[in-house]
């Protein structure tokens, strides 16, 4: 892990002065992505760990083939320092090459950022993606430098030798999929399942009818039934001022977020909305969504490429041991509100942040 966080602090000193000149594709891969690579315990000097312009089977090839046991088990493909990364063709292309090779793994990068997509999955290739980070401190705002290596160390040697892609790419679009097919049962139950939940209730009088009504209640209480909230973004004038008004919902904050950005959300969406499924409101804005007991808010949601970013209206000085992903902001500037920030990455940290969301709630509940 020392030598990960080493390189990023390396490369965050010269990324500017790169970025300002631009970098073409080769100088991007030996400055920036090689030392990365090296760092994560790739030698890419030796062909039997990773291969260079590794053939693909329309006679093209792919940057990179990282190996274990000699056989490819993730690609890379490389771009121009200044890229954006986003466009489609480029990511279908990348996706493609590995999952005709049989490779699970892929990732789309220009040195700093760095995209990883699972290819088996049943899905448009830019939905395959599962998470991504970038060493551009602009772009991981919040998060601590350790955050970011945990999040480059899950494509080390070591790490992928482990089956810890595998894990985190099954558990995550896991629960994507159980989540869908929840929404299908719920929204439009079968006859089998109404009959089901008819015989553990117990209760003759009730009708399959006012089953099947209480599980859409239910299901939309709790679930991510899409939502609008009317924001006043500006003004002109006129005779008189007009506002003008544009409209945020779910979708656009998940709008190209990795997966597991998505199910982190939903997670944590769902446990503030089910701490007072009457009372709690929540409400899109542009820049964050917040969610508020009354009109009290007790929690802000920030959605980035590479985790979450979370505000609480709680004194830091009251917490015990928290987390090291979480920090005072009383004195500095900050989107959402309250004086306590978060930066969560992975589900497995939700545990651990639950009770100050819940601590939040109860205090601004009492107000």
């Known amino acids: 892990m020392d030598k990960v966080i080493k390189c990023i602090e390396n490369l965050r000193l010269i990324l500017e002065k790169h970025r300002k000149y631009g970098l073409k594709e080769y100088p991007t891969r030996t400055i920036f992505i090689d030392p990365m690579l090296q760092a994560l315990g790739w030698d890419v000097r030796d062909p039997d760990d990773v291969e260079l312009e590794f053939p693909t089977i ?67 290739a830019p939905k395959k993606l599962l998470f991504e980070i970038s060493l551009d401190p602009k772009e991981t705002e919040g998060m601590k430098i350790q955050q970011i290596a945990e999040q480059f160390s899950r494509f080390s040697r070591d790490s992928i030798a482990r089956g810890v892609l595998d894990e985190i790419g099954e558990q995550i679009f896991t629960i994507s999929k159980v989540r869908k097919a929840l929404d299908k049962i719920y929204m439009d139950p079968p006859n089998s399942f109404i009959k089901l939940i008819r015989e553990s209730v117990g209760d003759e009088n009730i009708k399959p009818a006012q089953i099947e009504k209480a599980l859409k209640m239910l299901w939309s209480q709790s679930s991510n039934i899409e939502t609008h909230s009317t924001v006043s973004i500006g003004s002109i004038r006129s005779a008189k001022y007009k506002e003008i008004r544009k409209e945020f919902s779910e979708e656009y904050h998940l709008k190209g977020k990795p997966q ?52 609480l209206k709680l004194n830091y000085s009251d917490l015990i041991n928290p987390p090291e992903y979480v920090r005072d902001v009383s004195r500095i500037g900050h989107w959402g509100v309250g004086d306590v920030e978060i930066s969560i990455d992975n589900i497995g940290k939700f545990q651990n942040i639950k009770m100050l969301i819940q601590k939040s709630f109860e205090i601004n509940r009492q107000k």
């Open 58 to 124: 329309d006679g093209k090839s792919v940057d990179y083939a990282l190996k274990i046991n000699n056989k490819p088990i993730l690609f890379i493909e490389a771009k121009p320092l200044n890229d954006q990364l986003d466009d489609v063709k480029s990511i279908t292309q990348v996706v493609g090459y590995a999952a005709n090779a049989g490779v699970e793994w892929c990732i789309l990068t220009n040195g700093i950022k760095y995209k990883v997509y699972k290819t088996s999955e049943k899905a448009e």
């Open 260 to 311: 597991e950005v998505i199910e982190l959300f939903r997670i944590i969406d769902k446990f503030c909305r089910e701490l007072d499924p009457v009372n709690v409101q929540r409400n899109f804005l542009k820049l964050y969504i917040s969610y508020s007991f009354k009109k009290s808010i007790f929690c802000c949601v920030k959605l980035q490429q590479s985790g979450l970013r979370i505000w």
